[in-house]
């Protein structure tokens, strides 16, 4: 199926990403039968601050060659036809799309991710020998270029949407409603309309989905090698893999003829090409370990690691009122919450001990004469229990019934029949209040676990420094 013109997605007043005038014909010369890198200098030529760059670049440790050139022409023989798209595209996108109106859409993180699979897909395809160096960087480059669409043609729907929705599958269902297609598919039909070809486009659009069956052998090998670069940054940026193990990328990248004893070596030569890049295009990036310290690193983690917090908040609703009960979960559900309601208070203590819920709604005087407040103090005395947040749903606000309430431990509550703004806006700032909370326990957990790592490291320094390296015996410091 072919993708959509973006003419029959936007109309005239969103504005979307667009390389400059002189980056597209770049690529439409290099992609063109008749052409040849000397039409191609003279559009470069055209632009002062591209021409700049291109003798930047030629001349740059990435290009390992000692001879030094100083005319645009001779730089553009130097680096190729593929290469000068590169350039072109880079320079141009990071110049103009370095920043953006869209609040809660990193543009940092995004162009240093962007950068960093670029680099990477060059070195595997470099290691491989069966794609275009050149070729995969242009498409690791704007292989996500979607998210950006997005961000700069509705910044304020899409910062809201970023908001709302953190799980991914959520996010690209929200998108589809936005503009009919999601990052991914906008991806592939950008790239066709700023002239790239179809089965590069293709492998952009689908590389980070579980869509990649195709009948092109090309096009799926691209958007595999996409994929591994993609966790490669991913490695780069967050020094830890939470898709994969390392053992995964490691057995992948023999694919691509990097074996396991040599991918270290492959690692921290694409960081080191990276800074030189990111150096290039006036970018900051990340100072990053060698590969084998992420890799021996997050191997201390993984022993009598602690659990992984629950991405949603889990609401745990007490009222023997049917209908009252429909209307909460209705007002609350979301897909970052999930909705445990319960009519009977004793069965309510049992849900809490077996499903711990982030917070408890619940009313003070049941219609079967028990009583909420009798369940805040039993869930108050147990430490399993003590982090819920409480909030109580009262008959009546007179000064000696709210300091009751408060004595047995409840953190807020609001008078029936309730107003749902007011009770959505309390939910929001308790949600607020837990998401601080599991930020400084998982904090809490990277310190002390970085402290049992450090201590075990300053216990073999110290064992190195007290041995002979030849005899194995005390030397004289011990």
Known sequence: MKPKKLSHLFDGTKKLPTPSRVALEVMRLCYSNDSSLQDIAQVVEIDPALSGELLKFANSAIMQSPMQVASVQRAAVKIGMKGLVNLALGFSMLSQYKNGDCENFNYSNYWCHCLAQAVAARSLAKASKQLDPDEAFTCGLLSTVGELALATAFPKEYS??????????????????????DRHQLTEVLLVDWGMPDHLAKAAGIHATEKKITQDAKTLWTAELLSLAGDIADTYLTETLPQCSFEEIEEQAKKYGIGTENFSVFFDQFVNNLHVWAGLLQMQVKHCPDYLTIKEFNKSFEKDSPPQ???????????????SLLDLDRLLSCDTRKIIATSQVDKALQIAMEETPDILITTQKMNDGSNGIDLCKKIRRLALLRHIYIIMLVDSDEDKELLKIFEAGIDDCLSKPFIPKILYARIRNAERIIRYQRTIRQDKQIIQQSASWLTDANIKLQTMAMTDALTNLPNRRS
Do not use: F
């Not at 949407?161 to 589809?176: F, I």
């Not at 917090?309 to 209908?323: F, G, K, T, Y």
């Open 160 to 181: 809201l949407l970023l908001k709302e929705h953190k799980d991914l599958a959520a996010q690209l269902k929200a998108e589809k409603n936005l503009c009919s297609m």
């Open 309 to 323: 917090e629950r991405s949603e908040i889990l609401i745990l609703v007490v009222d023997n009122d049917p209908r």
